[in-house]
């Protein structure tokens, strides 16, 4: 018994160890690419264009939408997320929400489904309108992004050092649906990660600024 919970950790901790290398490529290699491309306020706005299509082309394949409703929710969303003034974005929302299960019925298609859809078009075009705003500032794009990659980073080895230490606290069932992976754990990970990330990020720029590695034109 012994010899088996000493191998589950030993496997534990080869999996905890596994993504060391990739995230310090992440850092070494993909920042300071990411870094000269965000320094383009094009390419900024690129960026979040394209993390846009992607999510909601992810979406529809969660859902199970048909490929041609899929592309059509595709183009709605990203029309909506460009539409800059509050009023008619409102508008364009509503009537998109009530208008794609129209389009979209069939004595097939369950309220399930249309409850996912709904729910894409108020979780997607919403949160990415702002995400596009702060994409015309670059310290605001690299401060936002830092935190994400650290929340999740946070949350990654602290559910692994969970299950390697085999803390196993019990799990709520929203976090169960959330994604039945998800631990108490990541959870607290993620959230540490990220707090501690937004709370260092005026000493970050004041090294950055103080190295002078802030781009002029991102200024």
Same mark, same amino acid.
């Given at each position: 018994?012994?010899?088996? @919970? ?103 298609? @369950? ?109």
């Amino acid at each position: 018994m012994a010899l088996g @919970s000493k191998n589950n950790n030993d496997d534990n901790l080869r999996t905890l160890l596994s993504d060391v290398p990739r995230r310090l490529l992440t850092i070494c290699v993909g920042v300071p690419i990411l870094w000269c491309l965000w320094s383009i306020s094009s390419t900024r706005q690129l960026f979040f264009q394209g993390t846009n299509v992607a999510i909601c082309w992810e979406w529809g394949v969660l859902t199970k939408m048909k490929s041609s409703s899929r592309i059509l929710f595709l183009l709605l969303s990203v029309a909506l997320t460009n539409i800059q003034d509050s009023g008619p974005f409102t508008i364009a929302l509503l009537f998109c929400t009530a208008l794609f299960p129209m389009i979209n019925s069939s004595d097939r298609i @369950s309220p399930t489904a249309i409850l996912s859809w709904t729910a894409g078009f108020l979780l997607i075009p919403t949160p990415f309108r702002a995400w596009l705003d702060v994409s015309q500032d670059f310290h605001a794009t690299v401060s936002l992004l830092l935190t994400v990659w650290n929340a999740d980073t946070g949350a990654l080895f602290f559910g692994r050092l969970g299950s390697l230490a085999q803390t196993n606290l019990p799990r709520p069932h929203w976090l169960r649906a959330v994604s039945p992976s998800k631990s108490v754990e990541g959870l607290i990970g993620g959230l540490v990660g990220g707090t501690l990330t937004y709370w260092a990020l005026p000493w970050f720029w004041a090294f950055i600024f103080g190295c002078g590695l802030s781009p002029v034109s991102a200024m």
